[in-house]
Protein backbone atom coordinates (compact mmCIF):
# COMPACT_ATOMS: atom_id res chain seq x y z
CA UNK A 1 0.00 0.00 0.00
CA UNK A 2 1.35 3.23 -0.63
CA UNK A 3 1.92 5.85 1.68
CA UNK A 4 -0.55 8.56 0.70
CA UNK A 5 -3.06 5.91 1.15
CA UNK A 6 -3.04 5.89 4.52
CA UNK A 7 -4.74 7.04 7.52
CA UNK A 8 -3.53 10.23 9.34
CA UNK A 9 -2.93 7.55 12.39
CA UNK A 10 -1.41 4.90 10.06
CA UNK A 11 1.03 7.67 8.80
CA UNK A 12 1.85 8.35 12.04
CA UNK A 13 2.73 5.27 12.64
CA UNK A 14 4.93 4.86 9.53
CA UNK A 15 6.98 7.98 10.66
CA UNK A 16 7.80 6.53 13.99
CA UNK A 17 8.72 3.36 12.09
CA UNK A 18 10.82 5.27 10.06
CA UNK A 19 12.73 7.29 13.00
CA UNK A 20 12.88 3.86 14.54
CA UNK A 21 14.82 2.13 11.97
CA UNK A 22 16.92 4.52 12.37
CA UNK A 23 18.53 3.51 15.48
CA UNK A 24 18.24 6.41 17.56
CA UNK A 25 19.42 6.78 21.65
CA UNK A 26 16.66 9.40 22.17
CA UNK A 27 13.16 9.30 20.48
CA UNK A 28 11.76 12.59 20.75
CA UNK A 29 8.31 12.84 20.11
CA UNK A 30 6.17 15.80 19.64
CA UNK A 31 2.22 15.70 20.02
CA UNK A 32 2.39 12.54 18.41
CA UNK A 33 -1.90 11.84 18.81
CA UNK A 34 -2.79 15.54 17.58
CA UNK A 35 -5.58 14.93 15.25
CA UNK A 36 -5.96 10.84 15.79
CA UNK A 37 -8.82 9.06 16.36
CA UNK A 38 -9.74 7.72 20.07
CA UNK A 39 -8.90 4.08 18.56
CA UNK A 40 -5.70 5.69 16.76
CA UNK A 41 -4.87 7.42 20.19
CA UNK A 42 -5.33 4.59 22.26
CA UNK A 43 -2.91 2.32 19.82
CA UNK A 44 -0.32 4.76 19.51
CA UNK A 45 0.19 5.32 23.12
CA UNK A 46 0.46 1.01 23.03
CA UNK A 47 3.65 1.46 20.45
CA UNK A 48 5.05 4.37 22.31
CA UNK A 49 4.93 1.91 25.83
CA UNK A 50 6.42 -0.74 23.28
CA UNK A 51 9.14 1.33 22.21
CA UNK A 52 10.07 2.18 25.43
CA UNK A 53 11.62 -0.90 26.52
CA UNK A 54 14.34 -0.45 23.68
CA UNK A 55 14.72 2.74 23.53
CA UNK A 56 14.38 6.45 25.70
CA UNK A 57 11.46 8.60 24.35
CA UNK A 58 10.25 12.34 25.69
CA UNK A 59 7.01 12.78 24.74
CA UNK A 60 5.32 16.32 24.52
CA UNK A 61 1.17 16.06 24.71
CA UNK A 62 -1.23 18.49 25.88
CA UNK A 63 -3.55 15.31 25.69
CA UNK A 64 -4.06 14.54 29.59
CA UNK A 65 -5.72 11.24 28.46
CA UNK A 66 -3.41 10.22 26.61
CA UNK A 67 -0.30 11.51 29.19
CA UNK A 68 -2.31 9.04 31.57
CA UNK A 69 -2.21 6.16 29.31
CA UNK A 70 1.70 6.10 28.83
CA UNK A 71 2.99 7.91 31.60
CA UNK A 72 5.41 4.88 33.13
CA UNK A 73 8.04 7.50 35.01
CA UNK A 74 8.23 11.24 35.22
CA UNK A 75 5.82 13.94 33.92
CA UNK A 76 6.97 17.67 33.67
CA UNK A 77 4.95 20.15 33.32
CA UNK A 78 6.78 23.25 31.16
CA UNK A 79 5.67 26.80 31.26
CA UNK A 80 7.21 29.40 29.31
CA UNK A 81 10.42 27.55 29.17
CA UNK A 82 10.58 26.38 32.95
CA UNK A 83 9.72 23.80 34.71
CA UNK A 84 6.07 24.46 36.61
CA UNK A 85 5.80 20.85 38.36
CA UNK A 86 7.41 17.77 38.19
CA UNK A 87 6.45 13.93 39.23
CA UNK A 88 4.46 10.87 39.04
CA UNK A 89 1.15 11.88 36.65
CA UNK A 90 -1.21 11.30 39.72
CA UNK A 91 0.75 14.23 41.77
CA UNK A 92 1.45 16.71 38.32
CA UNK A 93 -2.88 15.89 37.44
CA UNK A 94 -3.57 17.53 40.53
CA UNK A 95 -1.19 20.03 41.43
CA UNK A 96 -2.58 24.15 41.98
CA UNK A 97 -0.29 25.62 39.63
CA UNK A 98 -0.77 23.18 36.45
CA UNK A 99 -4.34 23.18 36.94
CA UNK A 100 -4.27 27.42 36.70
CA UNK A 101 -2.21 27.23 33.85
CA UNK A 102 -4.12 25.05 32.02
CA UNK A 103 -7.36 26.69 32.88
CA UNK A 104 -5.74 30.12 31.99
CA UNK A 105 -5.65 31.87 35.24
CA UNK A 106 -2.93 34.16 36.40
CA UNK A 107 -0.12 31.71 38.57
CA UNK A 108 0.53 33.39 41.82
CA UNK A 109 3.45 34.94 41.43
CA UNK A 110 3.93 34.76 45.82
CA UNK A 111 4.43 31.37 45.24
CA UNK A 112 7.82 29.89 44.74
CA UNK A 113 9.76 30.52 41.66
CA UNK A 114 9.40 27.30 39.07
CA UNK A 115 12.75 25.44 38.33
CA UNK A 116 14.49 26.49 35.10
CA UNK A 117 14.28 23.88 32.51
CA UNK A 118 17.41 22.52 31.72
CA UNK A 119 18.18 20.22 29.59
CA UNK A 120 21.61 18.95 29.30
CA UNK A 121 23.33 15.80 28.45
CA UNK A 122 23.01 15.02 32.32
CA UNK A 123 19.56 16.09 32.61
CA UNK A 124 18.76 13.61 29.73
CA UNK A 125 20.82 10.84 31.69
CA UNK A 126 18.55 11.20 34.21
CA UNK A 127 15.26 10.36 31.90
CA UNK A 128 16.58 6.42 32.87
CA UNK A 129 17.48 3.49 31.05
CA UNK A 130 15.02 2.92 27.64
CA UNK A 131 12.04 1.01 29.54
CA UNK A 132 11.03 4.34 30.85
CA UNK A 133 8.84 7.10 28.90
CA UNK A 134 9.69 10.92 30.04
CA UNK A 135 6.57 12.77 29.40
CA UNK A 136 6.41 16.66 29.24
CA UNK A 137 3.72 18.73 28.71
CA UNK A 138 3.81 22.45 27.86
CA UNK A 139 2.54 25.46 27.39
CA UNK A 140 4.99 27.27 25.45
CA UNK A 141 8.63 25.73 25.08
CA UNK A 142 10.45 28.32 23.26
CA UNK A 143 13.16 28.25 20.37
CA UNK A 144 16.00 28.97 23.86
CA UNK A 145 14.74 25.86 25.39
CA UNK A 146 14.67 23.30 22.13
CA UNK A 147 18.25 24.65 21.53
CA UNK A 148 19.07 23.82 25.58
CA UNK A 149 18.19 20.29 24.01
CA UNK A 150 20.07 20.01 21.41
CA UNK A 151 20.20 18.17 18.50
CA UNK A 152 18.56 14.52 18.75
CA UNK A 153 19.69 12.26 16.28
CA UNK A 154 16.00 12.18 15.38
CA UNK A 155 12.94 14.46 16.16
CA UNK A 156 9.58 13.49 15.35
Given at each position: ???????????????????????????????????????????????L???????????????????????????????????????????????????????????????????????T????????????????????L???????????????
Open positions: MKANLLSHGEKQWLEIGMLVAQSPDLLLVDEPVAGLTDEETERTGELVSLAESHSIIVIEHDMEFVRQIAQGTVTVLHQGSVLCEGPFDVVQTNPRVIEVYLGQEIDHDAPESIPADLSAALQEIGEPDQIHTEIHTDSSAALQEIGEPDQVY
